[in-house]
C-alpha cells in the first residue's frame, strides 16, 4: 500500500474523525441511539482501517497486542465490578440506584456509564484482537500471486 | 464484610445466588489481566473453591424445598431477570462447583502435559468462563438467560477441546463439529424461546409456567416444545444428536474431558428436565406422546447401541465416550417415565453418573501422561505399575456398571423400581440388559490393566499425588454415596417433587 | 386442517415465509456445503433468520420508536413498538459474531494443520489416521462409528 497515496493522506484524516465519532456513540449513548457496543465497533474501525492502510506492524506499534488482551479483560472486569461495588453498597448485583440512594436514578446514570464504558473498552479490544489474530497469520499467497 | 452487613439491607447470604456466578466471573478476566503463569491455577482453584462453599451453603437453604429468588439490577421479575435456587438445581450447581473443584488440582500436572506453558493463563479463563456458563444456566429463573449462560459456557468448551491438538490434531476438527452442531443446537432453542415469547409475552420461569398453564397447548407452545427438546437434545447428546460427542472427548484434553463428561452433559439435562416439566406442562398430551414415543424409545436405543459401539473401541478415552451416550439414556429414560421416582433416578443418576465419570477420566488422563495414549495395547498391564490408578479405575468401572455397594448402583435401582411402578416391565428388562453389555466393556478395561503383560521395555511411575488424591476422592465417593444413599436419594426426590409439580414446584 | 390461502396467510405472516425460507436455506448450507467457511456462511444466515423472526415480532403495528419524549410525559395515545425482543437480539447477536470468529479461527487451526478445509478430504485424512492408528492398536474390529 505504499504507493496508493491518496488512501493513505485520507485514512490519516479519517483516523481521528471515527475515532471522535466513537467516543460521541459512546457517551452520548444515553441520549440517544447508540452505546458500547456500537462504539466499541467503530473505535476499533479506526484501528482497523489503520492498520489496512498501513501496516500490522504499524498499527501493533500504536496498540500492542498484549495490551489489547488486557484491554478485554478489563472492560469485562469494569462491568462485573460495577456490579459487584453495588453490592457491596447494599443493593442487588448491577442495581446502580446504590451509587446515590438519595435520587437514584442519578446513580443508575453513572452505572451505566460505567457499564457502558466496560463494554466500549471490550468491544474495542475484542474487535481488535480478532482483526490482529486473523491478520497475524502467515498468508499463503504472497501479494504478487494475485 | 461486617461493616457491609451491619450498614446495609442486603447481608452477603442474600447475595450467594449471584456470587455463585460472579465469582468465576470475575475470576476469568482477573486470571487473563493478571497475566501471571504461577498465580493463575491459584486464582482459579481459589474462585473454585469459593464457589463450592456458596453451592453448598445454597443447597443447605433449599434442602427442605424452599426457593431462594434473586433479583439482578433491583427488578423484580417477572420484569427484570431473577435468580432462582431451589432442591433441583442446587443440586447441580453442588455437582458442577464440586467436580471443578476437585478437577482443578488434578489439571494442574495434567495441562501442563497436555498444552504449552504460554497458553496456560489462557486455558484456566476459558476454564473460568465455562465453569460460570453451566453455573449460570442451572441458576437463572430467566429463559433467555439461559440461552445467554448456555453459549459463554459453550464458546468456552469449543476452545478447552481445541487445546487438545498440541496431542492430537483431531481435536480441531471435533471442536469445529461440536461448534457447528452445538450452534445449531443453541439457534433452535432461540427459536424455541421466541415461539414461548410470542405465545405469552414474558421469559421469566415461574410466569411462562403460569402462563402456559392458563392459555392451554397451542400451536405455537408445541412447536416451541418441540424446537427447545431438539435444541438442548443436541447439548445433552440424546441418541441421533450425539455425533460430536465421542470425537469431543477423545480429543479434548483429560482435564477438560473429564469436566465437561461430568458437568455439561448433566447441566443440559437439567434444563431439558425444567423445560419440559416445569415451563411446559408435563400433562399436555403432546408432550406426554413425546416423551413415550420420540424420548423413550431414542434413551433405549442410546443404552443399546452407544455401549455396543463402546464395546468394540480400542481406545479407553473413546470408549467412555460412547458409555457417556449410553448412560444419558438412563437419565432420559427417567424424563420419560414422568414419574416422582423416574425423576428422582434421572436426578440422582445425574449425579452419580458424574461422579463415576469422572473418576473414569481422570484415570484415562493419567494413563495418557504416563504411557502418552490410551489405547488398550498402550496401557495394558498397568495394573502392575499403577497399582492406585488401576484400582480407582476398577471402582469406577464397577460404579459405571451399577455393581452393588457403588454409587451407580442406586440410581439404576431407583430406575428399575420406576418402571416397574409404571407397569413397563419389559423396559426394566431392558435396563439390566444393557448393564451387562456395560460388563462387558468395563470388564474389556480390567483384562487389559491386569491380565495381560505389561508392554516390554516400559517402566510407568504411578502417578504424581496431585491427580491421584482428586481421582481417589471421587473412587471413594462413588462408593460413599453406593451406601450412604439416602443423602443422594432424598435430595433428589426433593428436586424431583420440585420438579414435577409444575408451575407449582416454581412458586 | 383445511385452510385456505388466504392473503391474510400469505401476507399477513410474510415476516414467518421469510424466516422460514432463510432458516432453511441456512441449515441446508450448514448441512450440504463440504467447505467449512461455507458451513459458518450458512449458519450465519440460520441465526440471521431467528434475528429476523425476533425482530419482526417485536414490531407492534402502528407503534412509534420506544424512547420516551425529553421531557418524559407518556402522551397514553401513542402506541410502541415492543423493545425487548431487539435488546434479546442484540445479545444473540453478540453471540452470533463469537461463533463466527470462533470458527473461522478453528478453520484457520485447520487449514495449518491439515492443508484443507474441504470436509470430504478432512475426512480422508481422519480416516487415514485412525486406520493407522488400528494398524498399530491392534484389533482392528475397532474403528470409528
Redesign the interface.
Not at chain 3, 478430504?121 to 494398524?135: F, G, K, P, V, Y
Given at each position: 500500500m505504499r504507493h496508493h497515496l491518496i488512501l493513505r493522506v485520507i485514512t490519516k484524516m479519517l483516523v481521528g474523525a471515527i475515532m471522535l465519532f466513537a467516543f460521541y456513540v459512546q457517551f452520548h449513548g444515553d441520549f440517544s441511539p447508540g452505546g458500547g457496543f456500537q462504539a466499541g465497533v467503530i473505535m476499533a474501525v479506526a484501528f482497523i482501517l489503520y492498520g489496512l492502510v498501513f501496516s500490522l506492524q504499524d498499527v501493533q506499534h500504536v496498540f500492542p497486542p498484549w495490551l489489547v488482551?488486557?484491554l478485554?479483560?478489563?472492560g469485562?472486569?469494569l462491568y462485573?465490578?460495577t456490579?459487584?461495588v453495588s453490592?457491596?453498597?447494599?443493593?442487588?448485583?448491577?442495581?446502580?440506584?446504590a451509587f446515590t440512594p438519595e435520587h437514584p436514578s442519578h446513580g443508575q446514570h453513572y452505572g451505566i456509564f460505567a457499564v457502558e464504558l466496560g463494554v466500549g473498552i471490550t468491544v474495542t479490544a475484542v474487535m481488535v484482537a480478532i482483526y490482529y489474530a486473523f491478520a497475524g497469520r502467515p498468508p499463503r499467497l504472497s501479494d504478487e500471486e494475485w | 464484610m461486617s461493616v457491609?452487613a451491619t450498614?446495609?439491607?442486603?447481608t452477603l447470604t442474600d447475595?450467594l445466588p449471584?456470587l455463585q456466578v460472579?465469582v468465576p466471573?470475575?475470576t476469568?478476566?482477573?486470571?487473563?489481566?493478571i497475566?501471571s503463569r504461577r498465580l493463575t491455577w491459584t486464582l482459579a482453584f481459589v474462585a473454585s473453591v469459593i464457589s463450592f462453599a456458596i453451592a453448598i451453603l445454597l443447597l443447605m437453604q433449599v434442602i427442605d424445598g424452599s426457593v431462594i429468588s434473586?433479583?439482578?439490577?433491583?427488578w423484580a421479575p417477572p420484569l427484570g431477570i431473577e435468580y432462582r435456587v431451589d432442591a433441583a438445581n442446587a443440586f447441580v450447581l453442588l455437582l458442577v462447583t464440586g467436580i471443578s473443584t476437585v478437577v482443578l488440582p488434578y489439571a494442574r500436572e495434567s495441562v501442563r502435559s497436555e498444552i504449552p506453558a504460554r497458553h496456560h493463563t489462557l486455558f484456566y479463563a476459558a476454564f473460568m468462563l465455562c465453569l460460570t456458563g453451566l453455573l449460570g444456566v442451572a441458576i437463572t429463573g430467566d429463559a433467555?438467560n439461559v440461552?445467554?449462560f448456555l453459549?459463554i459456557s459453550s464458546?468456552s468448551t469449543?476452545?478447552l477441546i481445541?487445546m487438545g491438538?498440541y496431542r492430537d490434531?483431531?481435536a480441531?476438527?471435533a471442536?469445529?463439529d461440536y461448534?457447528?452442531m452445538g450452534?445449531?443446537g443453541?439457534?433452535f432453542f432461540?427459536?424455541g424461546l421466541?415461539m414461548l415469547?410470542?405465545a405469552t409475552g414474558t421469559?421469566n420461569m415461574a410466569d411462562l409456567a403460569e402462563r402456559i398453564a392458563d392459555q392451554g397447548s397451542n400451536r405455537t407452545i408445541r412447536a416451541a416444545f418441540a424446537f427447545i427438546v431438539v435444541g438442548m437434545g443436541l447439548k445433552v447428546a440424546i441418541y441421533p444428536l450425539h455425533l460430536w460427542l465421542?470425537n469431543a472427548y477423545t480429543y479434548a484434553p483429560s482435564a477438560v474431558t473429564t469436566f465437561l463428561a461430568a458437568t455439561a452433559t448433566k447441566v443440559a439435562i437439567y434444563v431439558l428436565l425444567r423445560f419440559t416439566l416445569s415451563i411446559f406442562q408435563p400433562n399436555f398430551l403432546f408432550q406426554v406422546n413425546t416423551l413415550e414415543f420420540i424420548i423413550l424409545p431414542f434413551a433405549i436405543l442410546a443404552m443399546f447401541a452407544a455401549s455396543f459401539?463402546a464395546i468394540?473401541?480400542?481406545?479407553f478415552k473413546r470408549m467412555l465416550a460412547?458409555s457417556s451416550i449410553a448412560q444419558i439414556g438412563y437419565m432420559l429414560l427417567g424424563i420419560s417415565l414422568l414419574s416422582e421416582n423416574g425423576l428422582t433416578a434421572t436426578v440422582a443418576h445425574l449425579f452419580n453418573h458424574g461422579i463415576t465419570k469422572a473418576t473414569l477420566f481422570m484415570g484415562v488422563g493419567i494413563l495418557v501422561l504416563r504411557a502418552g495414549g490410551s489405547?488398550?495395547?498402550?496401557i495394558q498391564g498397568m495394573g502392575e505399575t499403577m497399582p492406585w490408578t488401576s484400582a480407582a479405575i476398577v471402582i469406577g468401572g464397577l460404579s459405571l456398571i451399577g455393581v452393588p455397594g457403588t454409587a451407580g448402583f442406586i440410581s439404576k435401582w431407583v430406575l428399575i423400581e420406576a418402571t416397574i411402578e409404571k407397569g413397563w416391565w419389559p423396559v426394566s428388562v431392558l435396563i439390566v440388559l444393557s448393564s451387562l453389555l456395560a460388563v462387558i466393556y468395563v470388564w474389556r478395561v480390567i483384562e487389559t490393566l491386569y491380565l495381560k503383560a505389561p508392554l516390554a521395555g516400559t517402566d510407568y511411575k504411578e502417578a504424581p499425588l496431585s491427580m491421584l488424591i482428586p481421582m481417589w476422592i471421587l473412587a471413594l465417593a462413588c462408593i460413599y454415596f453406593g451406601f450412604a444413599t439416602d443423602v443422594t436419594i432424598n435430595a433428589a426426590r426433593t428436586a424431583a417433587q420440585g420438579l414435577l409439580a409444575g408451575s407449582a414446584g416454581m412458586l | 386442517m383445511g385452510f385456505e390461502l388466504t392473503q391474510e396467510y400469505t401476507l399477513g405472516h410474510l415476516n414467518y415465509w421469510l424466516f422460514s425460507v432463510l432458516?432453511m436455506t441456512g441449515?441446508y448450507i450448514?448441512v450440504a456445503k463440504g467447505n467449512?467457511v461455507k458451513?459458518i456462511v450458512g449458519?450465519n444466515i440460520?441465526?440471521t433468520s431467528?434475528f429476523m423472526?425476533?425482530i419482526s415480532?417485536g414490531k407492534v403495528i402502528g407503534g412509534t420508536a420506544p424512547i420516551f419524549p425529553l421531557d418524559m410525559e407518556i402522551d397514553p395515545d401513542v402506541i410502541y413498538t415492543n423493545p425487548l425482543?431487539h435488546v434479546?437480539i442484540l445479545?444473540?447477536i453478540v453471540?452470533g459474531i463469537?461463533?463466527t470468529s470462533?470458527?473461522l479461527a478453528?478453520?484457520v487451526?485447520?487449514q495449518e494443520?491439515?492443508n484443507t478445509i474441504e470436509e470430504e478430504d478432512?475426512l480422508q485424512i481422519?480416516r487415514a489416521?485412525a486406520h493407522s492408528?488400528?494398524a498399530?492398536?491392534?484389533?482392528p474390529?475397532?474403528?470409528?462409528?
Amino acid at each position: 500500500m505504499r504507493h496508493h497515496l491518496i488512501l493513505r493522506v485520507i485514512t490519516k484524516m479519517l483516523v481521528g474523525a471515527i475515532m471522535l465519532f466513537a467516543f460521541y456513540v459512546q457517551f452520548h449513548g444515553d441520549f440517544s441511539p447508540g452505546g458500547g457496543f456500537q462504539a466499541g465497533v467503530i473505535m476499533a474501525v479506526a484501528f482497523i482501517l489503520y492498520g489496512l492502510v498501513f501496516s500490522l506492524q504499524d498499527v501493533q506499534h500504536v496498540f500492542p497486542p498484549w495490551l489489547v488482551h488486557k484491554l478485554i479483560a478489563l472492560g469485562v472486569l469494569l462491568y462485573a465490578g460495577t456490579g459487584v461495588v453495588s453490592m457491596f453498597l447494599g443493593n442487588s448485583f448491577l442495581d446502580y440506584g446504590a451509587f446515590t440512594p438519595e435520587h437514584p436514578s442519578h446513580g443508575q446514570h453513572y452505572g451505566i456509564f460505567a457499564v457502558e464504558l466496560g463494554v466500549g473498552i471490550t468491544v474495542t479490544a475484542v474487535m481488535v484482537a480478532i482483526y490482529y489474530a486473523f491478520a497475524g497469520r502467515p498468508p499463503r499467497l504472497s501479494d504478487e500471486e494475485w | 464484610m461486617s461493616v457491609e452487613a451491619t450498614q446495609t439491607a442486603m447481608t452477603l447470604t442474600d447475595h450467594l445466588p449471584v456470587l455463585q456466578v460472579v465469582v468465576p466471573l470475575v475470576t476469568a478476566p482477573l486470571i487473563v489481566l493478571i497475566g501471571s503463569r504461577r498465580l493463575t491455577w491459584t486464582l482459579a482453584f481459589v474462585a473454585s473453591v469459593i464457589s463450592f462453599a456458596i453451592a453448598i451453603l445454597l443447597l443447605m437453604q433449599v434442602i427442605d424445598g424452599s426457593v431462594i429468588s434473586y433479583n439482578i439490577g433491583g427488578w423484580a421479575p417477572p420484569l427484570g431477570i431473577e435468580y432462582r435456587v431451589d432442591a433441583a438445581n442446587a443440586f447441580v450447581l453442588l455437582l458442577v462447583t464440586g467436580i471443578s473443584t476437585v478437577v482443578l488440582p488434578y489439571a494442574r500436572e495434567s495441562v501442563r502435559s497436555e498444552i504449552p506453558a504460554r497458553h496456560h493463563t489462557l486455558f484456566y479463563a476459558a476454564f473460568m468462563l465455562c465453569l460460570t456458563g453451566l453455573l449460570g444456566v442451572a441458576i437463572t429463573g430467566d429463559a433467555f438467560n439461559v440461552f445467554v449462560f448456555l453459549e459463554i459456557s459453550s464458546l468456552s468448551t469449543y476452545v478447552l477441546i481445541s487445546m487438545g491438538s498440541y496431542r492430537d490434531k483431531r481435536a480441531l476438527t471435533a471442536s469445529y463439529d461440536y461448534l457447528i452442531m452445538g450452534t445449531i443446537g443453541a439457534t433452535f432453542f432461540v427459536i424455541g424461546l421466541g415461539m414461548l415469547y410470542m405465545a405469552t409475552g414474558t421469559l421469566n420461569m415461574a410466569d411462562l409456567a403460569e402462563r402456559i398453564a392458563d392459555q392451554g397447548s397451542n400451536r405455537t407452545i408445541r412447536a416451541a416444545f418441540a424446537f427447545i427438546v431438539v435444541g438442548m437434545g443436541l447439548k445433552v447428546a440424546i441418541y441421533p444428536l450425539h455425533l460430536w460427542l465421542p470425537n469431543a472427548y477423545t480429543y479434548a484434553p483429560s482435564a477438560v474431558t473429564t469436566f465437561l463428561a461430568a458437568t455439561a452433559t448433566k447441566v443440559a439435562i437439567y434444563v431439558l428436565l425444567r423445560f419440559t416439566l416445569s415451563i411446559f406442562q408435563p400433562n399436555f398430551l403432546f408432550q406426554v406422546n413425546t416423551l413415550e414415543f420420540i424420548i423413550l424409545p431414542f434413551a433405549i436405543l442410546a443404552m443399546f447401541a452407544a455401549s455396543f459401539i463402546a464395546i468394540f473401541q480400542t481406545d479407553f478415552k473413546r470408549m467412555l465416550a460412547y458409555s457417556s451416550i449410553a448412560q444419558i439414556g438412563y437419565m432420559l429414560l427417567g424424563i420419560s417415565l414422568l414419574s416422582e421416582n423416574g425423576l428422582t433416578a434421572t436426578v440422582a443418576h445425574l449425579f452419580n453418573h458424574g461422579i463415576t465419570k469422572a473418576t473414569l477420566f481422570m484415570g484415562v488422563g493419567i494413563l495418557v501422561l504416563r504411557a502418552g495414549g490410551s489405547f488398550y495395547n498402550r496401557i495394558q498391564g498397568m495394573g502392575e505399575t499403577m497399582p492406585w490408578t488401576s484400582a480407582a479405575i476398577v471402582i469406577g468401572g464397577l460404579s459405571l456398571i451399577g455393581v452393588p455397594g457403588t454409587a451407580g448402583f442406586i440410581s439404576k435401582w431407583v430406575l428399575i423400581e420406576a418402571t416397574i411402578e409404571k407397569g413397563w416391565w419389559p423396559v426394566s428388562v431392558l435396563i439390566v440388559l444393557s448393564s451387562l453389555l456395560a460388563v462387558i466393556y468395563v470388564w474389556r478395561v480390567i483384562e487389559t490393566l491386569y491380565l495381560k503383560a505389561p508392554l516390554a521395555g516400559t517402566d510407568y511411575k504411578e502417578a504424581p499425588l496431585s491427580m491421584l488424591i482428586p481421582m481417589w476422592i471421587l473412587a471413594l465417593a462413588c462408593i460413599y454415596f453406593g451406601f450412604a444413599t439416602d443423602v443422594t436419594i432424598n435430595a433428589a426426590r426433593t428436586a424431583a417433587q420440585g420438579l414435577l409439580a409444575g408451575s407449582a414446584g416454581m412458586l | 386442517m383445511g385452510f385456505e390461502l388466504t392473503q391474510e396467510y400469505t401476507l399477513g405472516h410474510l415476516n414467518y415465509w421469510l424466516f422460514s425460507v432463510l432458516m432453511m436455506t441456512g441449515l441446508y448450507i450448514v448441512v450440504a456445503k463440504g467447505n467449512l467457511v461455507k458451513k459458518i456462511v450458512g449458519l450465519n444466515i440460520f441465526q440471521t433468520s431467528v434475528f429476523m423472526l425476533y425482530i419482526s415480532m417485536g414490531k407492534v403495528i402502528g407503534g412509534t420508536a420506544p424512547i420516551f419524549p425529553l421531557d418524559m410525559e407518556i402522551d397514553p395515545d401513542v402506541i410502541y413498538t415492543n423493545p425487548l425482543p431487539h435488546v434479546l437480539i442484540l445479545t444473540a447477536i453478540v453471540v452470533g459474531i463469537a461463533t463466527t470468529s470462533l470458527g473461522l479461527a478453528l478453520i484457520v487451526r485447520i487449514q495449518e494443520e491439515f492443508n484443507t478445509i474441504e470436509e470430504e478430504d478432512l475426512l480422508q485424512i481422519e480416516r487415514a489416521i485412525a486406520h493407522s492408528e488400528n494398524a498399530i492398536h491392534g484389533e482392528p474390529m475397532g474403528g470409528r462409528a
